[in-house]
């Protein structure tokens, strides 16, 4: 089994929730590593597991929520091309760091699991 295979099938055992709620870390860990300029490659990597994340979980999302998820995922595409060529601009990073914690707020609150 190749390795995306059984990390998307970990991340479906998860409740809709949890699954989330692992959406919303990645974000904050974008956040977190965006501060340094040597983790680009840990931010690529998950940019790229977090367009998965919400990819794997569409079809168990109520519309609203599916709505504003595709919306993400655009700006997680986005700030993945982006990176490649604004990586080394301390202040698009600061910029990328912003709107992942405003996003990584959101899926939280989306998730469910402040309301536990």
Do not use: C
Not at 9 to 17: A, F, V
Not at 72 to 79: C, G, P, S
């Amino acid at each position: 089994m190749r390795k995306l295979d059984k990390l998307r099938t970990r991340y479906l055992n998860d409740s809709l929730q949890i699954r989330l709620g692992g959406l919303a870390a990645n974000l904050g860990r974008i956040t977190s590593f965006s501060k340094n300029d040597n983790h680009f490659q840990v931010v690529e990597s998950i940019l790229q597991e977090s367009k998965w994340f919400i990819e794997w979980t569409s079809s168990d999302l109520a519309i609203e929520t599916l709505t504003e998820l595709v919306q993400l995922q655009i700006l997680l595409a986005q700030w993945e091309i982006q990176s490649h060529k604004k990586w080394d601009d301390p202040n698009w990073r600061i910029d990328l760091a912003n709107q992942s914690r405003e996003w990584s707020q959101r899926v939280l609150q989306m998730s469910g699991l402040l309301n536990s």
